[in-house]
T-cell receptor, first 111, second 112 residues
């Protein structure tokens, strides 16, 4: 099936630091979404991107839809302990109704 | 406003048995998708229901079937359970063909 690769696989950062993670694919997507999942919970939608080159913010989170439409990036500024969790990218192709999910980036914030 | 709700939250079944999982979509949503999430992996698409019909299906065997009711709630049925079916089953709801999907907390299925 479609593979979305996320990097890094895991991150350990100090509280207050900025975080960057990315998601790459061999195929083109027309929509990118970023989700956060905490233990025992379902994924929570953070940001949705609909156009190549689009840059969208949600509080301390900023995400970009790559120009090639094969990648997306998520940045978190001034991290806090509640940012801990697994961050998933998800893409949707033209004509499809489902989401393809990435492999996830596990974020640990050290107080 | 209730979000997506799933039941039960946890379930233990024996290999070969059948299981039914349930999902109520977010208020105002008419489309329900089911995903399987194995430990340490991202969710994998099983199928999507809209207007009580299966609109799209992922790469899952026929042992996985579903249903959508007139009130938009949905069931996922899995027959002849295998050990490998142990996973978190997630339901997501959306509106029509909109991309933004909102997930429930999931049902943790363990097959022994």
């Amino acid at each position: 099936g479609q593979q979305l690769n996320q990097s890094p696989q895991s991150m350990f950062i100090q509280e207050g630091e900025d975080v960057s993670m990315n998601c790459t694919s061999s195929s083109i997507f027309n929509t990118w979404l970023w989700y956060k999942q905490e233990p025992g919970e379902g994924p929570v939608l953070l940001i949705a991107l609909y156009k190549a080159g689009e840059l969208t913010s949600n509080g301390r989170l900023t995400a970009q839809f790559g120009i090639t439409r094969k990648d997306s990036f998520l940045n978190i500024s001034a991290s806090i302990p509640s940012d801990v969790g697994i961050y998933f990218c998800a893409g949707q192709r033209t004509g499809a109704n489902n989401l393809f999910f990435g492999t996830g980036t596990r974020l640990t914030v050290i107080p | 406003d209730a979000g997506v709700t799933q039941s039960p939250t946890h379930l233990i079944k024996t290999r070969g048995q059948q299981v039914t999982l349930r999902c109520s979509p977010k208020s105002g949503h008419d489309t329900v998708s089911w995903y399987q999430q194995a430990l340490g992996q991202g969710p994998q698409f099983i199928f999507q229901y809209y207007e009580e019909e299966e609109r799209q299906r992922g790469n899952f065997p026929d042992r996985f079937s579903g249903h959508q009711f007139p009130n938009y709630s949905s069931e996922l049925n899995v027959n002849a359970l295998l050990l490998g079916d142990s996973a978190l089953y997630l339901c997501a709801s959306s509106v029509g063909t909109a991309t933004e999907a909102f997930f429930g907390q999931g049902t943790r299925l363990t097959v022994v």
